[in-house]
């Protein structure tokens, strides 16, 4: 830019600036002749209303009949257009009479938006309404110096009584009146509004303004007291709004010149400043972009799955402040570019159009992120609260919280874009259309997603299963990891299965947790395990194996393998191969297909070291026949005595029970104590050495068993 000006610096006195359209004293007369606006009928007026202006500036432009707003919003142009060319010369300019150059900056942007009042501007949209009939005022205000000074006849503003006589001559009263020969028109019949009695430039004049001006822009301005010739070119040529900035006259004029070249309706400096604050815009936008999306990539989360959960209102929080900058910045460079640098006309409406898109998108996502954030920190509050820091709580919370935070995000955010359609100029009954939109989607096809909806409240508030619960819904079985608005979700041993709410609510649920008492407690969920007994146990056995269950089931070294379990079940059931089973449930503390896995695999291993215990739990000890009858007598009370030497055994009987084809068989009955396989293992391994040394003690043979073979002898075979 400073190269370029460089450059430009000495042809700025052959550039200029376009010049506005110049000033002659009166036109040639041919045919018949204009009449100056000194000696229409309305000019007395119009200098008491320009006197009184001069004196008040807090009264109203618009008034009770169309020569009252017509002549006091061009009185009042008028003045503002001289004051703004004054003020808009040097930085010195206005300090006179004791007032101060901003008091009078300060009056003269009252007076023209008291002028601006007397526009309805109802045709804009209303994002660019101010804008643009600032705009039209000016445009209108060089259109009425043309009309004014360039009419052949008499013009006769109607006052009240002019406007009743002329609509008493009238089959159709009218609120209307129209400058003949012009599209001019004022009238006091306002859209919304049937109590209005003022009279203000029709929203079709305030319109066509621009239109009107480009046909008399290049005609000379007759020379007259009201005449203001350069006001919309220092207006749309000069940065700062309605008068230069002090900054922008303290300038050299050559350099002033060289930023004054026009490019279309605006200059060089105001496009090259625009580019550059809207290229700085772009790339800090990109930037904050960038770190939006980095937070969805899941770097900023820790791997473990209970710390990333407590994360996640952090990560919420953090999506708030990437978001939020975006809404002041997006107003600070539309307002620069709109009151700074004065875009006006296509341009300015491009720019708006834009700006303001890109805010309410900013700020429907930020209120949307902002509800998540408020209810995922609320869910760890009410959690806390609660008196629980349990993460299955806190997803329990989050389950009934965050569908209805993000439901309320999401009507706001709607609401924003509705409000967008509006400012961009949407008819109100277009966008009313619009929100018939989702009427007519779930008449067509959105009844599912509806239903879905009020099956996920209906599971929310009845409670047949929440997160972290074991289940079997609709024939799938797992953890409940997740319940929306439309679906749930349920991990399974092979994958995770999303289920539709509607299914859910009709399926069959079968929960297999339980929720504890007491709220400190954990919720627990149901783990049952069914062993087949393969060898036929005795009585003895069977009993043992109950009761060794039971223990090991309450033992603190085993509830600590489990997760600590809860009300536990043992018993004994027919199996369906025949022979019994053995049927273990218990309340285990566990949440997630791994953990389950690994809680069931214990317990089968630990049934199976109690089924071989328990068969080790009778000892058949056989002796021979050559056994005396005292020897048999005393062989209970040997065997007692060692297993008393262990004292993790205990002697329960000891009983001849059969004569077998080879030996006086014992059968000798235990209990154990252990809480460790290998342990009863290694006590069993002494027990039966201490058996052997004993009975060979008192003399006492275990038999071999012997087998008679008898051979018979064949033709053989060669």
């Known amino acids: 830019m400073v190269l370029c000006l460089s450059c430009l610096l000495g042809f700025a006195p052959a550039l200029g600036r376009t010049q506005p359209p110049g000033v002659a004293s009166r036109p040639a007369p041919g045919g018949n002749q204009l009449i100056p606006i000194e000696q229409q009928p309305f000019y007395p007026q119009l200098q008491r209303d320009a006197d009184n202006w001069s004196d008040v500036v807090l009264d109203q432009v618009v008034g009770d009949s169309p020569r009252s707003t017509l002549l006091n919003f ?64 000016i445009q209108l205000k060089h259109v009425l110096d043309y009309v004014l000074t360039h009419s052949r006849q008499p013009i006769d503003i109607p006052d009240v009584e002019g406007m009743k006589q002329r609509n008493d001559l009238r089959s159709t009263p009218t609120d209307s009146w129209r400058i003949p020969g012009t599209a001019i028109t004022l009238t006091s019949d306002l859209e919304g509004d049937p109590e209005n009695e003022s009279f203000y430039f029709s929203a079709g004049t305030v319109a066509s303004a621009r239109a009107m001006y480009d046909e008399i822009r290049d005609i000379p301005v007759i020379a007259q007291p009201f005449a203001t010739p350069r006001f919309y070119a220092d207006f749309i040529y000069t940065p700062g709004y309605l008068i230069p900035p002090d900054w922008y006259l303290a300038l050299p004029l050559q350099w002033r010149r060289v930023l004054e070249w026009p490019i279309g309706d605006q200059t060089l400096f105001q496009v090259v400043s625009a580019a550059v604050f809207i290229g700085l815009y772009g790339v800090l936008a990109l930037w904050l972009m960038r770190l939006l999306i980095n937070t969805y990539r899941g770097e900023s989360l820790p791997a473990n799955e209970d710390l990333e959960l407590y994360s996640r209102d952090a990560l919420a929080w953090k999506r708030v402040f990437i978001i939020f900058p975006l809404l002041p910045l ?166 995770r299965v999303t289920i539709p709410n509607s299914v859910a609510d009709e399926a069959t649920i079968v929960n297999f947790s339980r929720r504890g008492l007491s709220r400190h407690r954990s919720p627990t969920q149901g783990l049952e395990v069914r062993l087949p007994i393969r060898d036929p146990l005795s009585p003895y056995q069977l009993e043992e194996l109950l009761r060794q269950m039971r223990r090991l089931l309450e033992g603190a070294s085993f509830q600590s393998q489990l997760a600590g379990s809860h009300q536990p079940v043992v018993s004994l059931g027919p199996s369906d191969a025949g022979g019994n089973e053995l049927i273990v449930f218990v309340m285990v503390e566990l949440h997630g297909w791994e953990a389950f896995l690994r809680v069931r695999e214990t317990l089968m291993v630990a049934l199976e070291e109690l089924l071989e215990r328990v068969d080790l739990s009778e000892i058949v000890v056989g002796v021979a026949y050559s056994t005396t009858a005292e020897q048999l007598q005393r062989i209970p009370e040997l065997l007692h005595s060692v297993v008393a030497e262990d004292p993790q055994l205990n002697y329960e009987a000891c009983r001849l029970v059969r004569i077998s084809a080879f030996s006086y068989d014992h059968e000798l009955e235990i209990s154990s104590t252990h809480d460790r396989h290998d342990d009863f293992e290694d006590s069993m391994h002494r027990l039966n050495r201490r058996i052997l040394a004993i009975l060979g003690e008192n003399g006492i043979e275990i038999p071999f068993p012997t087998q008679t073979l008898e051979v018979h002898s064949t033709d053989a075979t060669p």
């Open 74 to 137: 061009y009185a009042v142009m008028a003045d503002v257009g001289h004051r703004a060319d004054r003020l808009g010369q040097t930085p010195d300019a206005g300090r006179r009479g004791g007032v101060s150059r901003q008091e009078q900056i300060d009056d003269t942007t009252l007076l023209f938006n008291l002028a601006v009042k007397a526009l309805d501007a109802s045709a804009f949209a209303e994002s660019v309404r101010s804008d643009m009939a600032d705009e039209a005022a």
């Open 330 to 495: 997006t107003y600070f460079i539309e307002d620069l570019i709109d009151n700074i640098l004065n875009f006006t006309g296509f341009p300015l409406v491009v720019v708006i159009y834009s700006f303001y898109v890109i805010w309410y998108v900013a700020a429907s996502v930020l209120v949307f992120f902002l509800f998540e954030a408020f209810g995922r920190s609320g869910a760890e509050s009410l959690s806390r609260w609660r008196g629980s820091d349990s993460p299955m709580r806190l997803r329990r919370i989050n389950s009934l919280v965050m569908p209805i935070s993000r439901a309320i995000g999401m009507l706001v955010s709607v609401v924003l874009i509705y409000r967008l359609l509006l400012l961009l100029g949407l008819p109100s009954s277009t966008v009313l259309a619009f929100s018939a939109v989702p009427g007519l989607a779930i008449g067509l096809g959105a009844s599912k997603l509806l239903g879905n909806l009020f099956a996920g409240l209906s599971i929310q508030t009845d409670r047949p299963l929440r997160v972290g619960e074991f289940c079997e819904v609709g024939g799938k079985l797992g953890f409940v990891t997740k319940i929306g608005l439309r679906s749930m979700e349920l991990q399974t041993l092979e994958s």
